[in-house]
């Protein structure tokens, strides 16, 4: 990783995000022999041996795992909503929390700078997750806590309401089968030139080839670029057609 970092914090966050993001790894060498974890290749390895019951051993599995979004797209997506002016995030998957602290950190900035409200909201559907997840956002103290609405449990529940009028980013980094159903929810609040960033659309095209198919149709009003990262970091901005 590059010593040239974007990221304005502390050094106590800098030191918990850089552990954070080596013990992900870590787990991430042991579950795969690609040393990258992608959850549509791993229930597909578990379906050969459990059928019915892959998904249920695939949630088991994952429930001590962070797997959180390479350090390199958390810089970019960091970034890239401080270059957007963007305040109001949705995180789909946020796990222990690793990304979240990137979206919080520059929502902060964003909203020192221009005085405009926001938010970042998370989801989790594991407990526990959720539990550790807010543990680590206190070590990170209120510039980073207090950005964030953790809504827990399923996502196609949590986000049915109180969302923001208009949402700036939707960060998708959940398990492929939720990408579109999310991305369906969110839409009515997306404004114009809101960015939508989807974690591993190349390693894990096939599970996401409704999303893609979806993004890549003109008609549904998104521009997509597959950015050069390990497996792919998609980013598709929401430009809808107007009447000229
Ligand atoms: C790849 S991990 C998220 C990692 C996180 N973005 C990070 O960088 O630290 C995906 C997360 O989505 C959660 N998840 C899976 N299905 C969900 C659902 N239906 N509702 C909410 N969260 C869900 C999983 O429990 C898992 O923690």
Redesign the pocket.
Known sequence: MSAYSPIDAPPHVLELLSALHRKSLEQEAALSETGKAV?TALLAELREKHNDGAQAVFDEL?LDK????DEDK?RFTYQLINAMGATNIV?A????????IYLALAVAKTKAATGKPGVVIA????AE?ARIARKHWAQCGANVENQIDLRE????ETLKSGLPEQVDLL?L???AP?ALPTLEIVKPRLRHGAVILI?NPISAAEGYADLLAYLRNPENGFRNITLPYTNGFEMSVYMPQTAQ
Not at 66 to 69: K, N, T, W, Y
Not at 93 to 100: E, I, K, N, P, W
Not at 153 to 156: C, E, Q, R, T
Request: hydrophobic residues 40%; glycine residues 12%.
């Open positions: 959850s994952m962070l797997i959180a979004l958390c995180e998957g946020t796990g222990y929390g690793v990304s979240t989801t989790e559907k594991e997750k449990g399923d996502i196609l960060l980094d959940i398990w939720l974690d």
